[in-house]
T-cell receptor, first 110, second 113 residues
């Protein structure tokens, strides 16, 4: 059974600090890795994708991938209350099917 | 156009009703998906269409019937649903072999009474 694991949280972070979200996956053949943000009652929104080992930065967001250790992380710098949401990690498995983590609820406290 | 449009946004239906959910995209994506999402859970895959052909049916009950009339449209026909089918129904699209991820619609909040 191919799995993606995330800590369900909630993860509470002070405003202005760095929020660090982590995800591990079991399928070594996975090729593409995604972070989606989902506000309560809304649909998931793709915020970051990463395909190769290392870091990828986009504004306040940095995705980190380590295929050897099978983990992917998302860092949010200068966290804002508007970043409060559930963050879903999704991994494209070797069969081209997207496998979802259960999501981490992030709370940014003013 | 970078959007997936879903209608209606909200739907309340009785257990004997027939209704349809609609999804449209004009991004040239040739893969389209129906997901079901319950509160505090990740999206759960229901159906995948690839080049307008049903490629994956995740053992979904026959009271859900998908249809892909053309490369831009995806429907989900609902009949004789149960209260436990109440959920957020999400449509998404992507390139075939979605290495660049999905684009989701805003969803239909379905309540079965």
């Amino acid at each position: 059974q191919k799995e993606v694991e995330q800590n369900s949280g909630p993860l509470s972070v002070p405003e202005g600090a760095i929020a660090s979200l982590n995800c591990t996956y079991s399928d070594r053949g996975s090729q593409s890795f995604f972070w989606y943000r989902q506000y309560s009652g809304k649909s998931p929104e793709l915020i970051m994708s990463i395909y190769s080992n290392g870091d990828k930065e986009d504004g306040r967001f940095t995705a980190q991938l380590n295929k050897a250790s099978q983990y992917v992380s998302l860092l949010i710098r200068d966290s804002q209350p508007s970043d409060s949401a559930t963050y879903l990690c999704a991994v494209l498995g070797s069969n081209y099917q997207l496998i979802w983590g259960a999501g981490t609820k992030l709370i940014i406290k003013p | 156009d970078t959007e997936v449009t879903q209608t209606p946004k909200h739907l309340v239906m009785g257990m004997t009703n027939k209704k349809s959910l609609k999804c449209e995209q004009h991004m040239g994506h040739r893969a389209m998906y129906w997901y079901k999402q319950k509160a505090k859970k990740p999206p759960e895959l229901m159906f995948v269409y690839s080049y307008e052909k049903l490629s994956i049916n995740e053992s979904v009950p026959s009271r859900f019937s998908p249809e892909c009339p053309n490369s831009s449209l995806l429907n989900l026909h609902l009949h004789a649903l149960q209260p436990e089918d109440s959920a957020l129904y999400l449509c998404a699209s992507s390139q075939v072999g979605p290495i660049y991820g999905y684009t989701f619609g805003s969803g239909t909040r379905l309540t079965v009474v």
